[in-house]
């Protein structure tokens, strides 16, 4: 699977962004987990929302519980990242990821994750 990560931009902080990640052409996600993940500058990546298995549930890091939603399209093959009352440690390259062989107790960890796409920026300023 190829993916495509768009969407990302420089906001203010407290403003909302929607984050996209498409399967390319001809591909679907059917039942593989689609996760987010995220590297601000000088810090490691860090999980940021999976939507496991086609949907069936979904997992946030706790430092975005609450403010970010993740969802998918199956009609569009894309999974989507909405960001609402962003702050300025959200400032990262995000990076959306899939696999089709995740189990529950490795779904935060990034190196579970086959198939990556490049990375959108999302800055957030003060």
């Known amino acids: 699977v190829q993916l495509q990560a768009s969407g990302g931009g420089l906001v203010q902080a407290g403003d909302e962004l929607r984050l996209s990640c498409a399967a390319s052409?001809?591909?679907?996600?059917?039942?593989?987990?689609v996760a987010w993940f995220r590297q601000a500058p000088g810090k490691e990546q860090e999980f940021v929302a999976a939507?496991?298995?086609?949907?069936?549930?979904?997992y946030y890091a706790d430092s975005v519980k609450g403010r970010f939603t993740i969802s998918g399209n199956n009609a569009k093959n894309t999974v989507y990242l909405l960001m609402n009352s962003l702050r300025p440690e959200d400032t990262a390259v995000y990076y959306c990821?899939?696999?089709?062989?995740?189990?529950?107790?490795?779904?935060?960890?990034?190196?579970?994750?086959?198939?990556w796409g490049q990375g959108t920026l999302v800055t957030v300023s003060s």
């Open positions: 990821a899939a696999d089709p062989s995740i189990i529950l107790s490795s779904v935060r960890m990034s190196r579970s994750y086959r198939y």
């Open positions: 939507f496991w298995r086609g949907g069936s549930n979904t």
């Open positions: 052409s001809g591909q679907t996600f059917g039942r593989q987990t």
